[in-house]
């Protein structure tokens, strides 16, 4: 996802804008006002646990799986692997592999088990047959570890990104769009709750999934409707103008064994991102929560399609060097491509989806942390379990309020950042600390508190400190086109870890820590782990949805 | 609502369910499905990684006009997900979900 919004060549400057942005801020308004309305309409009952965190559990499948595909399709898998696949052709398009693939695992094991033993938060099913309070602190702990760098990616990209696309020019006028995008979204939340949070990401989604098939139908049109021409045409285009020879491997990929724990990230990642799981309450039945999935993957899968269209596209119609000189870079290949299509008024739409996407995305984001802080940290560990519905309610409020203002103020800071860092950490983490984890709690009758708390904070230690002396925080050599490092830190180098990304270290390390830790601890109730098999399969005693 | 998280009173109807042939039975079918599956495409995943990463020359040469081998793989991978989503989604609306409720029923269904 926005793994893609990686070196962001300078953000900042944004003198020369395309299009026009009144229109683009007129699209993103009447967005933003029709998404209040409906927010405000939907929410009118949300005084509940359960209608706060979980939407009732009242959403359909299909209405789930298309919110899922919102918040999943983040603006940098539209801006970021369309623009990857116009610059280095094959290797772009590799990432929307593993970010589909990876929805597999959610479908087959997760999902549904998640959805019958849980309540409202990821810790509701690793902490249920273990020790409740060390295990949910762990769990939240990971969740807001994710959470974290996820939403500080968002807001990062949200600010240059936006910028660009709204012609603010300036840190401050950047630092202004920032604290807007966070206000409206903290205003979603904690108005909307879950329910209202969903249909931002509903409206969204279709948005983004119909301005992106337009997009592609037009492309194909220019090429008879003939991938093969497209291909053949944009990679002629890409090498007259002195580039490469897009639709051949390892333009983007130099180090293989890098590649690999990319992709491992990837495809294990997903299942373990907490604002995905928590996707998954808000639908009645565990037979819902899989249509859910089955939605989400026709349609992230469909989209990827229409990137790789739009990638080609790009580099054919715009061309790579228009794209890298363009104020955004390589995020900028598909809203070139919209004004080269469309002119004004696509340019209009696209940007204004783009907005909409950061909204949707940073907004399911702070309602699930919000929400473990609430119902984990608070509920569980403060009042040791028992806080009012209501009061947890206000807590995750108060926490979503925190949150975004946490969120604001770091995107200030990021703003500017390489933040490919942040979103591999936010997999990495996912796949080394939480699905561990999710998998043996449900499948491993053995599994106990010890194994757990071994294998969360392992895996998140573990993928924290390689990231940290890893080359993406330092030591890069300098860019001669840029003059300036591809690294966080410009100037120091104590990086020992070779690789960019830690999941071919960290996510087996997780599995193992889970493992060793289980097996040297005696800890082990049949009774709750009878409970807990019989409801993750029946459903027998599974949250049902409320009425009103 | 049901039972709430720490002083879960534990019923052992759900230990004689666990214990129960009809439980085994249904956990086994489940299971018999699901992990091969996932080890069929994670295996498959991992080969277009590593055919990716190792067998560049391969995966750049032209199959079908100007659509390469990488490319076609690639594409088959989103065909084998959408079919391995299709075929589950059914098997478990079909086979699963009737045993699973029928069990559930058992226990007296949903509270």
Do not use: C
């Amino acid at each position: 996802m926005s793994a893609l919004l990686t070196t962001a060549p300078s953000l900042v400057p944004a003198a020369t804008t395309v299009g026009n942005p009144a229109i683009n801020i007129g699209i993103f308004a009447l967005f933003v006002v029709v998404t209040l309305a409906i927010v405000i309409r939907a929410s009118r009952n949300n005084r509940s646990a359960a209608e706060y965190y979980a939407g009732g559990r009242a959403f359909t499948g299909r209405q789930n799986g298309i919110a899922i595909a919102g918040d999943y399709l983040s603006a940098a898998s539209f801006l970021g692997i369309a623009g990857a696949i116009a610059i280095n052709g094959y290797d772009g398009f590799l990432y929307s592999i593993g970010f589909l693939v990876a929805w597999l695992v959610a479908l087959l094991l997760v999902a549904e088990l998640l959805r019958n033993v849980g309540k409202y938060t990821m810790a509701d099913v690793l902490s249920f047959r273990l020790r409740q309070r060390p295990v949910r602190i762990a769990a939240a702990t990971s969740t807001l570890v994710v959470s974290f760098f996820y939403l500080l990616a968002q807001m990062a990209g949200a600010g240059g990104l936006v910028a660009l696309l709204l012609g603010v020019e300036g840190a401050m006028g950047q630092r202004l769009v920032i604290v807007v995008v966070g206000l409206i979204m903290i205003f979603y939340v904690i108005y909307g709750g879950m329910k209202g949070t969903t249909w931002v990401q509903i409206i969204k989604a279709v948005l983004l999934i119909i301005g992106a098939g337009i997009m592609t139908l037009w492309v194909l049109s220019k090429f008879g409707f003939s991938l093969s021409t497209l291909l053949g045409d944009a990679t002629t285009a890409s090498q007259e103008a002195g580039g490469k020879d897009l639709l051949q491997p390892g333009l983007q990929y130099k180090n293989p064994i890098d590649f690999i724990s990319l992709s491992m990230a990837l495809v294990l990642g997903t299942a373990g991102l907490p604002h995905v799981l928590m996707r998954f309450y808000t639908v009645p039945t565990s037979r819902e929560a899989r249509r859910s999935v089955v939605w989400a993957i026709w349609l992230i899968g469909v989209f990827y399609l229409f990137t790789l269209v739009l990638g080609f596209g790009a580099a054919d119609l715009v061309g790579a060097s228009t794209i890298k000189n363009a104020p955004g870079g390589v995020n900028s290949a598909a809203p070139l491509l919209a004004f080269q299509l469309g002119g004004e008024i696509l340019l209009g739409i696209i940007s204004a989806v783009a907005f909409a996407t950061i909204l949707a995305v940073v907004a399911g984001l702070t309602i699930t942390a919000s929400a473990s802080l609430s119902h984990d940290i608070y509920n569980t560990v403060v009042k040791g379990g028992r806080a009012t519905p209501e009061e947890e309610v206000k807590v995750a409020r108060l926490a979503a309020l925190v949150l975004g203002a946490v969120a604001i103020i770091g995107g200030i800071f990021a703003l500017g950042q390489n933040i490919a860092f942040l979103v591999a950490l936010a997999f990495a983490i996912a796949a080394s600390a939480n699905l561990p984890t999710i998998l043996y709690s449900l499948f491993w009758k053995r599994f106990n508190t010890r194994g757990a708390l071994w294998s969360i904070y392992g895996g998140l230690i573990s993928s924290i400190t390689l990231i940290i002396f890893s080359p993406v925080v330092s030591g890069k050599p300098i860019d001669p086109l840029t003059n300036k490092s591809p690294s966080m830190l410009q100037g120091v180098d104590f990086h020992w870890f070779p690789l960019d990304n830690p999941g071919i270290v960290s996510i087996p390390l997780g599995f193992v820590l889970g493992y060793i830790g289980t097996v040297t601890s005696k800890e082990y109730s049949a009774a709750k782990y009878a409970e807990m098999e019989v409801r993750s399969l029946t459903g027998h005693g599974a949250e049902v949805a409320t009425h009103h | 609502m049901s039972k709430e998280a720490p002083d879960r009173v534990v019923d052992d109807l759900n230990v004689t369910m666990q214990n129960s042939p009809e439980f085994a039975q249904l956990r086994s079918k489940f299971r018999k499905f699901v992990f091969p599956m996932t080890a069929l495409f994670l295996a498959w995943y991992f080969l277009f990684v590593l055919l990716s990463v190792f067998a560049k020359d391969f995966m750049g040469t032209r199959v079908l006009g100007n659509v390469t081998w990488g490319l076609m793989l690639g594409l088959l991978q989103f065909v084998s997900t959408f079919t391995i989503t299709m075929v589950y989604a059914r098997w478990a609306d079909r086979v699963f979900d009737p045993e699973a409720e029928a069990l559930a029923q058992k226990m007296g269904g949903q509270q």
